[in-house]
């Protein structure tokens, strides 16, 4: 069998004919990625019950989550441009299963720890999957079918956050993993099967692996410190050394990039305001929106001392479905909306609105159902334009001729967003927290935390370099079609 490059112009539904089981199998691994976070939020206290742990470490494990899931963004994107993007995919799976089964049979915390490590890294795949679409779709075709893997990015329609929370309230979390573990099976069986060879980009390039050595030293560093800061103290020689460590490996890093054959991070491209606003403003959203939806709003909503102490069944229902399932809906709007708009003009309405609602939503927190109105409203502007946005931005602007650059950044800044606002939720709960354990003002003060950040997200998506295109979009380029003899 042979394979050859060809391109063809399509018509906007056309472009997803014959690919229905090559985006299904696509969906299934992105999935089995994805619940890990959105099932697991209302766990957590459960987490914590059975592994006799403190809200500091559970705080820890999904800090290190989507930190290893920034690592895995960078350094898998860049690999797939030198290795194929579908053996990139297959390790993904791999990775994840065997992360999984850490955490369906950990004794302790240590051990969970270590297989959520492992879990995150392949948050790799949501970049994989966008670059391999928009290799075989012209641009009408890639925006609807990175909306529909969008979608995912929030979890299953908000049955696996409902699902979750009854797991955790029944057998315990464990079975959270159980069921991830089985729709990793079935994405690994179904990329192997369905979804085509790419050719790599750059195959004659080595990896930098000083640079990616450094990188991960470095985030894991700061954002470690922040998570830990107020449980062993903001001046003492632990977290000095994670946080002095970590900002010395960073700047190595960036020092590295300029003499590296193959670097990274391209930093002319990084340089541009095409890349670091854009960078700024994923980070600053899921910073600010993550660390509120995956560890604030659980906790409180079941915290029956301060909070609203609810079931995880019922804190799910009320706070993580209505979001997941208006994501589902409006994520793939969103990506038949963007070429037709522009993606920067998606990205600036959807930070926008994000930062009007969690005004609502912090200053309400005690109200339950004006925070149950308030978070459902981001199904539309934080699952829907954000998500689809950031990733539809970031993949149709990266220079030509290395694809994964500003599409794997980004998708580490997803994974650095996410334990950034994890780590400062985290930290502001546990210094906020009495003998008793956390006090309103701690979630009150955590919740500000988000608001910051979101504000900060508002400012640099408006500095976004305005796409040539955007007030006049070309004509679409033809996709590239791999044709198999």
Known sequence: MSTTLGRTRSGSASDLTGRGPMLAAMVLAVLGYQINATMLSPA?????????TTTAAAGLSQTLFFLMAAVGQ????????????????????FVLIVGNLLCVFAPNIEI???GRILQGVSAAMFTLAFLTLNQLLSPAGFGKAAGIITAVNGGLAGVDAVAGGQIADTIGFRGIFVCSTLIAVAGLIGVRRY???????????RFDSRGITALSVGLTGVLVGLAQGAAWGWTSPLTLAFLLGG?????????????????VIDIEVLASRRAWPLLITTICTLGGAFGAIALTIPLFSQDARVGLGLSAVAAAVLFLTPIQLIGVISAPLTGRLGPKVGWRRIVVTGAVANFAIFVFATLFLHHQWILVAALAALGVTYGGFMLTGLNGLAVTTAPKDKPGSLSGLNGACFGIGASLGIALASAMITAGSDANGPTAA????AMYAALALLG???????????PEAE???????PALVIAHH
């Open 471 to 477: 007030d006049a979009p070309a004509e679409e380029e």
């Open 442 to 445: 701690g979630y009150q003060h």
């Open 456 to 466: 900060i997200g508002v400012v640099t998506s408006l500095l976004i370099q305005r």
């Open 195 to 205: 979804v085509p060879d790419v050719p790599p980009t750059t195959a004659d390039a």
């Open 74 to 93: 960078v350094t898998l994107a860049r690999l797939s441009d030198q290795r194929g993007r579908k053996p990139m995919m297959i390790i993904c799976a």
């Open 247 to 263: 900002l010395l490996a960073l700047v190595l890093f960036v020092v590295s990039q300029r003499s590296a054959a193959n670097p």
């Open 112 to 114: 969970f720890i270590a």
């Open 44 to 52: 957590l206290p459960d987490v914590i019950e059975r592994l006799g």
